[in-house]
């Protein structure tokens, strides 16, 4: 074994002779009042960036580290970074323009040289630069010029903070100046992460107190594999990346401590994984008999080499005597379903009933027109059971399943209802399945044969990139299809200026007047004043008056009634209207061969993924097929992502340039939530450890059998305390818990010393007694979301998914993986009012159909202003927004319509709409 970040052998001698020490643990999850210097309102500020013990700040890692060992002016060569202390030797200067920016410049020097340095976007910085003042720059030298990044004064007065250590103001007062290191000496100063009201300097002040309580971590690498792999151990680890004495040693320190957190991540999944598969049985299905092989006998097509390694894949599940948890993934329009009949006729063959649940009332009717096709040759039946079924036919089918006449169920949240019983069910098939929570999967579990678990195929229409596969679904098996089937024609992909729209239309009459069909979506239903885009409905009047006037203009979106949203679907699968405007309720489950052009109007707005799905809709038939993107004004990010579409037709190729662009936590809506929100480790740049981790935790599997094998040490028990949250310091809240709907009952709780007041259950009854139905389906938005209660209740009544944003949000993290929501969750580490100005423009813009705000009283004003900027942007046109703030001085927002107003004792509630 080496030391850490060093060469040197260790002996025996020196292994003998070092001092033995016994961690503690539980010294790390003292709160941070046992430092110097943490009073009640710092440890606030703390425990709002996510610091709440001495453990929480031991592992919040410095983002980097500032080099401060001084260098001379005439020693720099131009283009390099370096820090120099010199003196202003100019005259006070006034802040300028020069186009956009705004710039301070003075002229400085040491007695090698002088320079003229240069502040950007920083004007407040002009009154600090007196004649005379010494200062420690940190900057690029040009050769003319010295641009500033980092300073300090040093000669007089207060120490200020760079704008990269302040808040948002740029920069504020510090502690009494220090001199700088000398030259040549190592001088590394950590900048962590922090927040407006929690600097780095304070930061960096109460690591220096910790470090030394380091060693008490929880060891979660087994001592062969760190002596196998060389790694430190993770104190010294902690204690390296924190207080460097070398920039390589911050490198090592940080690569040892992400592979940490990766491994134990992958180990808390592989032991959930093995629980599931021994925790109870499943019915053996045996070898495939007649009927399957009938079946593929009479398909029109030869299936791919990708399906029949599914086949194979799924065989070996379904006779394991263990449960089948499979995610099935794959290109648009690789035959999912052709593979989710194979598993579903293998059960009926063997004697049980299977399931197929979708998301929403049009994919589940799409899936019974699919299956009516496939199955026709064998007549096999099955019933389609949703929340617009009439009550005869219910009746019906739930008798026919009760009774084991019936083998196969489709429909949608229906089939999970106490009153939906089946008499042998050996199969489920969820597709979508990232829409749907844990309980609500765990729902049709318990409906299988008594003392079993059924089979589970779980189905993604979006691929996803190996490394979020890996740490979303690592307790699942994965089958991906990358094949398509033979005959299918490419698709032509454009990105089209608004001058060449006459052309686009022209193109598009073209191929309808040749017998071929088409789509236009649009990103919104109506029109509204607040949330600029193409609306469906006006613009499906439009073109039925306008450029598509001798045409049949068809159009469906998700509000309307499903009897006209079916009737919609039909006659343009008939034949009966040439043009479908929509919005993306068709992203999933359309397969119309005849449809050949497809339009997206404000393609900026959607994500890399969700496009890609959207086209998907064409190009499944003999004719060769095109997609137009008309894009409104787009800013960086937005044209890579169009461009990325316009470049490639492989879907896992654009879901992982969707995560290089966006990062691993901000793909909602394109891909699978409830992604694990890591410290230190960054995908996709630590891919190759991650696979590392894998396959040493799977290495260990196989050796010991189990993970918490003694020979492993403590290795669950640091798993658990790394991502479960469920440390000593954890109690109930005024044991808050679930009011209605599938987790009534269930406990939510908070972490001692958390300050803030969680929305409570009177108001919250009132509050979904107000939004009754609309919480159905929905896809919901909790901004400073606390403990999570709001959005956990609307999930309880049947919302959709939830995007969780605050600054902290292990509250809601320990309820959400408490309660098995981690796959209808996105927890959202963020200021609240920032995070909307990046998105509001983006993917998520018109998406959420319920918003929760409940801000801290005391910050009213300002979210005032936030909410009043962005949030018209992100609620959808028949959605809504509850806000909750102080009786005394209510939060009012202006840009949207106040429906509805309520006072509850020191709380007002009132609930918006967007204005018409």
Same mark, same amino acid.
């Given at each position: 074994?080496?030391?850490?970040?060093?060469?040197?052998?260790?002996? #025996?001698?020196?292994?003998?002779?070092?001092?033995?020490?016994?961690?503690?643990?539980?010294?790390?999850?003292?709160?941070?009042?046992?430092?110097?210097?943490?009073?009640?309102?710092?440890?606030?500020?703390? !425990?709002?960036?996510?610091?709440?013990?001495?453990?929480?700040?031991?592992?919040?890692?410095?983002?980097?580290? #500032?080099?401060?060992?001084?260098?001379?002016?005439?020693?720099?060569?131009?283009?390099?970074? $370096?820090?120099?202390?010199?003196?202003?030797?100019?005259?006070?200067?006034?802040?300028?323009? &020069?186009?956009?920016?705004?710039?301070?410049?003075?002229?400085?020097?040491?007695?090698?040289?002088?320079?003229?340095?240069?502040?950007?976007?920083?004007?407040?910085?002009?009154?600090?630069?007196?004649?005379?003042?010494?200062?420690?720059?940190?900057?690029? *030298?040009?050769?003319?010029?010295?641009?500033?990044?980092?300073?300090?004064?040093?000669?007089?007065?207060?120490?200020?903070?760079?704008?990269?250590?302040?808040?948002?103001?740029?920069?504020?007062?510090?502690?009494?100046?220090?001199?700088?290191?000398?030259?040549?000496?190592?001088?590394?100063?950590?900048?962590?992460?922090?927040?407006?009201?929690?600097?780095?300097?304070?930061?960096?002040?109460?690591?220096?107190?910790?470090?030394?309580?380091?060693?008490?971590?929880?060891?979660?690498?087994?001592?062969?594999?760190?002596?196998?792999?060389?790694?430190?151990?993770?104190?010294?680890?902690?204690?390296?990346?924190?207080?460097?004495?070398?920039?390589?040693?911050?490198?090592?320190?940080?690569?040892?401590?992400?592979?940490?957190?990766?491994?134990?991540?992958?180990?808390?999944? $592989?032991?959930?994984?093995?629980?599931?598969?021994?925790?109870?049985?499943?019915?053996?299905?045996?070898?495939?008999?007649?009927?399957?092989?009938?079946?593929?006998?009479?398909?029109?097509?030869?299936?791919?080499?990708?399906?029949?390694?599914?086949?194979?894949?799924?065989?070996?599940?379904?006779?394991?005597?263990?449960?089948?948890?499979?995610?099935?993934?794959?290109?648009?329009?690789?035959? &999912?379903?052709?593979? !989710?009949? *194979?598993?579903?006729?293998?059960?009926?063959? $063997?004697?049980?009933?299977?399931?197929?649940?979708?998301?929403?009332?049009?994919?589940?009717? @799409? =899936?019974?027109?699919?299956?009516?096709?496939?199955?026709?040759?064998?007549?096999?039946?099955?019933?389609?059971?949703?929340?617009?079924?009439?009550?005869?036919?219910?009746?019906?089918? +739930?008798?026919?399943?009760?009774?084991?006449?019936?083998?196969?169920?489709?429909?949608?949240?229906?089939?999970?209802?106490?009153?939906?019983?089946?008499?042998?069910?050996? +199969?489920?098939?969820?597709?979508?399945?990232?829409?749907?929570?844990?309980? @609500?999967?765990?729902?049709?579990?318990?409906?299988?044969?008594?003392?079993?678990?059924?089979?589970?195929? =779980?189905?993604?229409?979006?691929?996803?990139?190996?490394?979020?596969?890996?740490?979303?679904?690592?307790?699942?098996?994965?089958?991906?299809?990358?094949?398509?089937?033979?005959?299918?024609?490419?698709?032509?992909?454009?990105?089209?200026?608004?001058?060449?729209?006459?052309?686009?239309?022209?193109?598009?009459? #073209?191929?309808?007047?040749?017998?071929?069909?088409?789509?236009?979506?649009?990103?919104?239903?109506?029109?509204?004043?607040?949330?600029?885009?193409?609306?469906?409905?006006?613009?499906?009047?439009?073109?039925? &008056?306008?450029?598509?006037?001798?045409?049949?203009?068809?159009?469906?979106?998700?509000?309307?009634?499903?009897?006209?949203?079916?009737?919609?679907?039909?006659?343009?699968?008939?034949?009966?209207?040439?043009?479908?405007?929509?919005?993306?309720?068709?992203?999933?489950?359309?397969?119309?061969?005849?449809?050949?052009?497809?339009?997206?109007?404000?393609?900026?707005?959607?994500?890399?993924?969700?496009?890609?799905?959207?086209?998907?809709?064409?190009?499944?038939?003999?004719?060769?097929?095109?997609?137009?993107?008309?894009?409104?004004?787009?800013?960086?990010?937005?044209?890579?992502?169009?461009?990325?579409?316009?470049?490639?037709?492989?879907?896992?190729?654009?879901?992982?340039?969707?995560?290089?662009?966006? /990062?691993?936590?901000?793909?909602?809506?394109?891909?699978?939530?409830?992604?694990?929100?890591?410290?230190?480790?960054?995908?996709?740049?630590?891919?190759?450890?991650?696979?590392?981790?894998?396959?040493?935790?799977?290495?260990?599997?196989?050796?010991?059998?189990?993970?918490?094998?003694?020979?492993?040490?403590?290795?669950?028990?640091?798993?658990?305390?790394?991502?479960?949250? @469920?440390?000593?310091?954890?109690?109930?809240?005024?044991?808050?818990?679930?009011?209605?709907?599938?987790?009534?009952?269930?406990?939510?709780? $908070?972490?001692?010393?958390?300050?803030?007041?969680?929305?409570?259950?009177?108001?919250?009854?009132?509050?979904?007694?107000?939004?009754?139905?609309?919480?159905?389906?929905?896809?919901?938005?909790?901004?400073?979301?606390?403990?999570?209660?709001?959005?956990?209740?609307?999930?309880?009544? /049947?919302?959709?998914?939830?995007?969780?944003?605050?600054?902290?949000?292990?509250?809601?993290?320990?309820?959400?993986?408490?309660?098995?929501?981690?796959?209808?969750?996105?927890?959202?580490?963020?200021?609240?009012?920032?995070?909307?100005?990046?998105?509001?423009?983006?993917?998520?813009?018109?998406?959420?159909?319920?918003?929760?705000?409940?801000?801290? *009283?005391?910050?009213?004003? #300002?979210?005032?202003?936030?909410?009043?900027?962005?949030?018209?942007?992100?609620?959808?046109?028949?959605?809504?927004?509850?806000?909750?703030?102080?009786?005394?001085?209510?939060?009012?927002?202006?840009?949207?319509?106040?429906?509805?107003?309520?006072?509850?004792?020191?709380?007002?509630?009132?609930?918006?709409?967007?204005?018409?």
């Amino acid at each position: 074994m080496r030391s850490f970040a060093g060469g040197r052998e260790l002996g #025996r001698g020196d292994l003998l002779d070092a001092p033995v020490h016994w961690p503690r643990p539980s010294v790390l999850e003292q709160g941070l009042g046992a430092l110097k210097g943490v009073g009640p309102k710092t440890a606030e500020a703390a !425990a709002e960036a996510g610091i709440r013990t001495v453990g929480d700040l031991l592992f919040h890692v410095p983002r980097r580290h #500032r080099d401060l060992r001084v260098r001379k002016l005439g020693d720099l060569q131009a283009g390099e970074t $370096a820090t120099v202390l010199v003196e202003v030797q100019g005259s006070q200067p006034r802040p300028f323009r &020069k186009g956009r920016l705004r710039m301070v410049s003075v002229k400085v020097g040491d007695e090698t040289g002088h320079v003229r340095a240069t502040w950007f976007n920083q004007p407040w910085v002009a009154s600090k630069l007196v004649p005379g003042t010494e200062l420690l720059l940190t900057g690029k *030298y040009s050769g003319k010029g010295f641009a500033v990044r980092e300073w300090e004064l040093t000669s007089s007065g207060p120490r200020v903070l760079s704008e990269g250590e302040g808040g948002a103001a740029g920069g504020g007062v510090l502690d009494p100046p220090h001199p700088p290191p000398p030259a040549g000496e190592a001088g590394l100063m950590p900048v962590h992460a922090a927040t407006e009201d929690l600097r780095p300097q304070k930061i960096r002040e109460w690591v220096e107190q910790a470090v030394g309580w380091a060693p008490n971590a929880i060891e979660g690498l087994p001592s062969e594999m760190r002596a196998r792999r060389g790694l430190a151990g993770v104190g010294d680890a902690i204690s390296a990346v924190q207080l460097p004495e070398s920039i390589d040693e911050v490198e090592e320190a940080r690569k040892r401590l992400g592979f940490e957190e990766l491994f134990l991540h992958q180990a808390l999944l $592989a032991t959930r994984k093995r629980t599931h598969r021994t925790a109870r049985p499943a019915p053996r299905f045996g070898k495939p008999g007649d009927l399957v092989a009938r079946w593929l006998d009479s398909l029109p097509f030869e299936p791919t080499g990708d399906q029949l390694k599914a086949f194979d894949e799924i065989e070996v599940d379904l006779d394991s005597g263990e449960p089948m948890q499979r995610l099935l993934m794959g290109e648009v329009g690789s035959g &999912k379903t052709v593979v !989710a009949v *194979y598993s579903v006729l293998r059960a009926l063959e $063997a004697g049980y009933q299977a399931a197929l649940m979708a998301p929403t009332e049009t994919l589940a009717e @799409q =899936h019974a027109i699919t299956l009516g096709k496939l199955l026709a040759a064998e007549a096999t039946p099955f019933a389609l059971l949703t929340g617009s079924t009439p009550a005869p036919r219910r009746r019906e089918a +739930l008798d026919r399943l009760a009774s084991n006449e019936l083998g196969l169920l489709v429909g949608t949240h229906a089939l999970i209802e106490p009153t939906v019983r089946f008499a042998r069910l050996g +199969l489920v098939v969820v597709d979508e399945q990232h829409r749907f929570g844990v309980s @609500q999967r765990r729902a049709l579990d318990e409906k299988g044969v008594e003392g079993m678990a059924p089979h589970v195929l =779980h189905m993604t229409a979006t691929p996803i990139p190996r490394t979020l596969s890996l740490t979303a679904y690592g307790d699942l098996d994965t089958t991906t299809l990358h094949e398509l089937p033979a005959g299918r024609q490419p698709i032509t992909t454009q990105l089209v200026e608004e001058h060449q729209r006459g052309e686009a239309f022209e193109f598009l009459r #073209r191929r309808l007047r040749e017998g071929r069909q088409a789509f236009v979506v649009c990103p919104l239903v109506s029109e509204s004043e607040k949330q600029p885009g193409k609306a469906a409905e006006v613009e499906a009047e439009r073109l039925r &008056k306008g450029e598509l006037r001798e045409f049949r203009v068809g159009l469906l979106h998700g509000q309307m009634h499903s009897a006209q949203k079916a009737e919609a679907m039909a006659a343009f699968a008939a034949r009966e209207t040439d043009v479908l405007v929509s919005t993306t309720v068709i992203e999933v489950g359309i397969d119309v061969a005849n449809a050949t052009v497809m339009i997206i109007e404000g393609a900026e707005r959607f994500g890399v993924s969700q496009l890609h799905q959207l086209r998907g809709r064409v190009g499944r038939g003999e004719h060769p097929s095109q997609c137009l993107l008309f894009a409104e004004e787009t800013g960086e990010m937005a044209r890579r992502r169009l461009e990325a579409v316009v470049g490639s037709g492989d879907g896992f190729k654009l879901a992982e340039v969707d995560l290089e662009l966006r /990062g691993e936590g901000e793909i909602l809506g394109t891909r699978q939530s409830g992604l694990p929100r890591f410290a230190v480790a960054s995908l996709p740049e630590d891919g190759p450890q991650l696979l590392e981790a894998q396959r040493e935790v799977l290495a260990l599997l196989r050796e010991h059998g189990s993970l918490s094998a003694p020979a492993l040490g403590p290795l669950l028990d640091a798993a658990h305390r790394r991502w479960l949250i @469920q440390s000593p310091y954890e109690r109930s809240w005024q044991e808050m818990r679930v009011i209605a709907g599938d987790l009534k009952g269930q406990r939510l709780v $908070a972490p001692k010393g958390w300050k803030v007041r969680p929305t409570s259950d009177r108001v919250r009854e009132a509050v979904f007694s107000i939004l009754g139905e609309r919480v159905r389906d929905a896809l919901v938005l909790d901004l400073y979301c606390g403990t999570g209660a709001l959005a956990i209740e609307a999930l309880s009544r /049947g919302a959709g998914r939830a995007v969780l944003v605050d600054r902290d949000t292990r509250p809601a993290l320990g309820n959400v993986q408490r309660l098995g929501l981690d796959e209808r969750v996105e927890l959202v580490r963020a200021d609240a009012g920032r995070w909307m100005g990046e998105v509001s423009s983006a993917s998520f813009a018109g998406k959420f159909d319920l918003v929760f705000v409940d801000a801290p *009283y005391k910050l009213a004003d #300002r979210v005032a202003q936030d909410l009043d900027t962005h949030l018209p942007k992100l609620l959808a046109a028949d959605g809504r927004a509850v806000v909750e703030s102080g009786a005394r001085r209510p939060l009012k927002i202006t840009s949207l319509e106040p429906l509805r107003q309520r006072r509850y004792g020191a709380a007002d509630v009132t609930v918006y709409g967007v204005a018409q």
